[in-house]
């Protein structure tokens, strides 16, 4: 199994333990409510069920944990991620990090990150940056990306 973060557990914010957390990827986090979640303490990985959310404002919301019913039992949350976990098969964007882009034989540059800024998904390299529609996802292989319509002849 692999882990995709979908929020960040800011710091707690009551005495019965819930947590003020920063949603990242709110379309995963919200079809993933009632199922597991994880969140890995320095190198353990802990379970996570959702009792309740209440106060979502903006990508901002406070979340109820099942089972932690104190501020000391939220307190090591501090600064966390929140993931859910899938299979080692699925693909995810977080994937192509690393992967190395050409414009036809010309190196654009090797992917450091992916992000959205709500506009579109963003492709970042250290040479340039992408929009995702520029990638040709489809065809990746052994690392490498191509932008689309630049295929050698």
Known sequence: MKYISVAKIRRPHSLHGAVIAQVLKKKEFDENLNNIFYIDLMGEIIEMK???????????????????????????FR???LNIGVSDDTFVLEDIIGMQVFDGKMYMGTISS???????????????MFSINE???????????????????
């Open 79 to 81: 600064n966390v991620f």
């Open 50 to 76: 959702i009792e309740k959310i209440f106060g979502y404002v903006g990508s901002v919301c406070r979340i109820k944990f099942k089972d932690f019913d104190g501020i000391d039992s939220v307190e090591e």
């Open 114 to 128: 992916v992000n959205d800024f709500g506009a579109g998904i963003v492709i970042d390299t250290e040479n340039e």
């Open 135 to 153: 990638l040709d996802l489809e065809n990746m292989s052994r690392g490498v990306i191509k932008l689309i319509n630049q295929y050698d002849e």
